[in-house]
């Protein structure tokens, strides 16, 4: 019973900019651990190549953008 006086209040708050705001804020902390923990623990584990790791992480950004573009279409 009181899952179905919550529904309509909760469909009333979380409209679509709700959640676009929401998944902006998750999608921007993705991308902060993944440049500020996973990228320096890849450039320790390559020291010998760091330029490697860092392009395959724009190469993989770029890849991921070009997906989101076409699958807009």
Same mark, same amino acid.
């Given at each position: 019973?009181?899952?179905?006086?919550?529904? *309509?209040?909760?469909?009333?708050?979380?409209?679509?900019?709700?959640?676009?705001?929401? +998944?902006?804020? !998750?999608? =921007? /902390?993705? #991308?902060?651990?993944?440049?500020?923990?996973?990228? *320096?623990?890849?450039?320790?584990?390559?020291?010998?190549?760091?330029?490697?790791?860092? +392009?395959?992480? !724009?190469? =993989? /950004?770029? #890849?991921?953008?070009?997906?989101?573009?076409?699958?807009?279409?």
């Amino acid at each position: 019973m009181p899952l179905t006086l919550i529904k *309509p209040f909760l469909q009333s708050v979380f409209t679509e900019l709700v959640f676009g705001i929401v +998944f902006a804020m !998750v999608g =921007g /902390m993705m #991308v902060f651990i993944v440049l500020h923990e996973l990228l *320096p623990t890849a450039h320790r584990y390559m020291p010998d190549r760091p330029g490697y790791v860092t +392009f395959f992480l !724009v190469v =993989g /950004m770029v #890849v991921m953008a070009i997906s989101l573009v076409l699958f807009a279409i």
